[in-house]
């Protein structure tokens, strides 16, 4: 592997309707809010200011961050030779909490018990029922999404990492491997879950880790793909 080109820019979807309205997003398939438009165009304008290319963009099957990355590559403006789209990086399914407002699900729950769903490892929300679970996920069958049957109904964060690691094992090490750059687009609890392996960090600690939206990271890798350096995109910026 190339020590010097082997980058990872991981980067979650910019602000959508409903995390501005603060509601439980999870697989439910809602856009961009004007804002997270206006981050991803941003975003883009980083990248290329900061002098960055690469060699495969990976992003989910959900719209909010399919369009980040749409917006994002079209302000970066330099081609990017290959995109995958896998449902395997979708954010966290939050089962019945799904489409709830965060207010009402702690009246509902109680705030305790959706605090612990929300930021620890191992607990799931109640699962969604099988009707409005098959109805939320036939909007996303296509080519990056199996069957509803095949697919959960509620996730603990522990459920989301291992949803995500054969992607990771199966597309993008490889490439790192190769010395090439990849850009991931994910969401908030997929990209949570892969800092929990990548920096093994314990399955308490995790409830600490934030994700910001919009705010690219940069990660370079060592042969053994041990993290060798991360930053944020801005300390690549060039300065007036």
């Not at 309707?17 to 809010?33: E, I, K, P, Q």
């Not at 330099?78 to 395997?88: A, E, M």
Request: charged share 20%.
């Amino acid at each position: 592997m190339s020590s010097q080109s082997a980058t990872l820019v991981v980067l979650r979807h910019g602000q959508s309707v409903w995390n501005r309205a603060n509601r439980f997003t999870g697989w439910s398939d809602v856009g961009l809010s004007a804002q997270g438009v206006t981050d991803a165009r941003r975003v883009g304008e980083q990248l290329r200011a900061a002098g960055l290319h690469f060699d495969l963009a990976v992003t989910s099957a959900l719209s909010r961050a399919t369009d980040t990355l749409a917006h994002a590559l079209h302000t970066f403006d330099r081609p990017v030779s290959k995109t995958i789209r896998s449902w395997r990086l979708n954010d966290r399914h939050y089962g019945a909490l799904t489409g709830m407002e965060k207010d009402e699900a702690a009246l509902a729950y109680g705030a305790q018990c959706v605090r612990q769903w929300r930021r620890g490892f191992d607990l799931a929300p109640p699962p969604l029922d099988a009707v409005a679970h098959a109805k939320l996920v036939s909007a996303l069958c296509d080519d990056a999404m199996p069957a509803p049957a095949a697919l959960p109904r509620t996730e603990s964060l522990r459920d989301t990492l291992h949803r995500v690691l054969p992607l990771w094992d199966d597309c993008v090490a490889p490439a790192l491997v190769r010395g090439q750059s990849v850009l991931m687009v994910g969401h908030g609890n997929s990209l949570r879950a892969l800092f929990k392996q990548l920096d093994h960090i314990g399955d308490d600690a995790i409830a600490q880790v934030e994700v910001a939206h919009a705010e690219p990271l940069v990660m370079r890798f060592d042969a053994a793909l041990e993290i060798r350096s991360r930053m944020p995109l801005g300390a690549l910026l060039p300065t007036r």
